[in-house]
């Protein structure tokens, strides 16, 4: 009888453990790496701290806005080749342009936006003219990402 509960204890255990597992792999940097073919490291410990979007469309297209607090920046500052150096985008003629344009949209609150200053950046593009722009905190280990999504 005790190996019976400890087996279904065992079982139930597992069970819990895989779907957790899949239940953090699902959450939005996995949909994020599918769009964008952007992997950030697990062991970042990225943590989402606040969201915002446009809203459900039919095509996918909008604005989405993500917070993330990060455990070990360093993960995140070896992640990619972050710029200084403010650029044009497809539509704006600044990176900090477009991201406070698409944050407007949204109405994101004052509070919740990057101190861009503080911040290096990261600008990507597709082919469909969707646009992508993250901004990395190291001092406060935030990571910001705005998508535009056309």
């Known amino acids: 009888m005790k190996k019976?509960?400890?087996l279904t204890i065992l079982i139930i255990v597992l069970f819990a453990a895989t779907v957790a597992m899949q239940w953090d792999m699902s959450g939005y940097l996995k949909t994020f790496e599918e769009n964008w073919g952007i992997e950030f490291?697990?062991?970042?410990?990225?943590?989402e701290a606040y969201?915002?979007?446009s809203g459900a469309s039919f095509h996918g297209d909008g604005i989405r806005y993500h917070i993330f607090d990060v455990?070990?920046?360093?993960?995140?500052?070896?992640?990619?080749?972050w710029q200084t150096e403010d650029r044009e985008t497809i539509f704006c003629e600044s990176?900090?342009?477009?991201a406070n344009q698409w944050m407007d949209e949204i109405q994101v609150p004052?509070?919740?936006r990057p101190d861009y200053q503080d911040c290096v950046f990261w600008y990507s593009s597709q082919s469909d003219s969707s646009e992508l722009i993250l901004l990395w905190d190291e001092e406060e280990e935030e990571l910001y990402i705005i998508e535009s999504f056309l």
């Open 4 to 6: 019976r509960i400890l």
């Open 41 to 47: 490291p697990k062991q970042a410990g990225c943590k």
């Open 51 to 53: 969201a915002k979007d």
């Open 71 to 81: 455990k070990k920046e360093e993960r995140i500052t070896a992640a990619l080749v």
């Open 95 to 98: 990176v900090f342009t477009a």
């Open 110 to 112: 004052q509070s919740k």
